[in-house]
């Protein structure tokens, strides 16, 4: 069956834009997962929802940062006032229930200018 | 907090050869521990994973792990490296607790295959 998917697959941005980031999980996911990977770094969790509504945002690094799942399906990470660090690869992971296997999406790669 | 090192940044093996990745991680209850690879341009592919019962999990592509919780350690070994094994290695550990299972890596490990 179809994976995780995760569209733009690459983004170009200017400093100071908005962008946002979009992560379809499989079929029947009730959770999903953002982390965020730097270069040469593992990836670093950012925040985690359970249905639609999030259950842990402890990861978030400032308030330029916020993620909505409307649905309890796709779900949207949105980063306002972009800036140069806030270029990563984005990775959104989906998993059956809150405490089983993640499954990973290949990952937005952000480039801030 | 918990945490996840990978000793050992770059790590290259001949073709042929064995291959153990180490893992240490520090976590205050039972972990939940994990070992995925990552392709270039690919995402997180789970490799094997340990929940609890035998502390020898066996993974896809030949790999296996052991969880020594003496050693606070889960490395990863494969008896025999095919070139198509060369990438990036990442353990993690997981949270258990009620808002799901957030997870931690370790700063990951390049494997490199000669022919």
């Known amino acids: 069956g179809a994976g995780v998917s995760q569209t733009p697959s690459n983004k170009v941005t200017e400093k100071g834009k908005y962008v946002e980031l979009r992560c379809d999980p499989i079929?029947?996911?009730?959770?999903l997962y953002w982390y965020r990977q730097s270069l040469g770094q593992g990836p670093e969790f950012l925040i985690y929802?359970?249905?639609?509504?999030?259950?842990?945002d402890s990861g978030l690094p400032n308030d330029r940062f916020f993620a909505v799942r409307p649905e309890g399906s796709v779900s949207t990470l949105k980063i306002q006032r972009t800036e140069r660090g806030d270029s990563a690869v984005y990775l959104c992971?989906?998993?059956?229930?809150?405490?089983?296997?993640?499954?990973f999406g290949p990952g937005t790669r952000l480039l801030v200018l | 907090a918990q945490s996840v090192t990978q000793p050992d940044i770059h790590i290259t093996v001949s073709e042929g050869a064995s291959l153990e990745l180490r893992c240490n991680y520090s976590y205050g209850a039972t972990p939940y521990l994990f070992w995925y690879v990552q392709s270039p341009g690919q995402g997180l592919q789970l490799l094997l994973k340990y929940f609890s019962g035998d502390t020898l999990v066996q993974g896809i592509k030949g790999f296996e792990a052991e969880f020594k919780r003496s050693q606070s350690s889960f490395n990863l070994r494969k008896p025999s490296v095919h070139w198509s094994d060369a990438a990036e290695y990442f353990c993690?550990?997981?949270?258990?607790?009620?808002?799901?299972?957030?997870?931690?890596f370790g700063g990951g490990t390049r494997l490199m295959v000669k022919p």
């Open positions: 079929s029947g996911h009730t959770a």
């Open positions: 992971a989906s998993s059956p229930g809150q405490k089983e296997t993640q499954y």
């Open positions: 993690a550990v997981a949270t258990n607790n009620n808002a799901g299972n957030m997870l931690t």
């Open positions: 929802f359970q249905g639609t509504g999030a259950a842990d």
